[in-house]
């Protein structure tokens, strides 16, 4: 098994109103000329979670940081006009929380950061700041998924 202390959270910048499966986001990275998608997960709409490589293969995701990371994806990333935004469902939000509080404890001690937490710090004060962002990728503050809270239970009738 390869040493992982890094999980790098990912937005597959497409628009929140139209659909993007797993199979069409493999087929889009095959012909960029990776062996196949870069994550190791992606998040549908719905929350379904899909293995897309194994842990054991570094991921082709986040440039530099592959070797000894995991690459999460959600769906979306884009509004409906095809700017920068959290689109995330509740599904997502709930599912992603699921998914790093496990990777987590599978690789204690690793760090969650955003894929526009990973820029280079243009003005070298050790802060990565907006306007120092390569892509705005997850469109939203990674390490908040670990303070969102769980979705409310359904009513029972």
């Known amino acids: 098994m390869r040493f992982i202390n890094l999980i790098v ?21 095959l012909r960029r000329g990776f062996s196949g998608a870069g994550y190791h997960y992606y998040i549908r709409r719905n929350g379904d979670i899909k293995t897309l490589r194994p842990l054991e293969r570094s991921g082709a995701h986040a440039k ?16 409906e006009r095809g700017y920068p935004a959290d689109t995330r469902t509740d ?21 969650l950061c955003g894929h526009r937490d990973l820029s280079p710090d243009l003005n ?3 802060e990565i700041e907006p306007e120092e962002w390569i ?12 303070q969102e809270p769980p979705p409310p239970n359904p009513v029972s009738l």
């Open 135 to 146: 892509k705005a990728c997850p469109c939203f503050d990674a390490a908040s998924i670990l």
């Open 64 to 79: 530099g940081h592959n070797a000894h990371s995991v690459g999460v994806c959600y769906e979306g990333g884009l509004d």
């Open 124 to 126: 070298r004060n050790g």
């Open 91 to 111: 599904f997502q939000k709930h599912s992603l929380r699921v998914l790093v509080m496990l990777l987590l404890r599978d690789y204690p001690g690793s760090h």
């Open 9 to 29: 959270i990912h937005c597959s910048a497409t628009r929140c109103d139209r659909s993007y499966t797993e199979h069409e986001l493999t087929i889009d990275h």
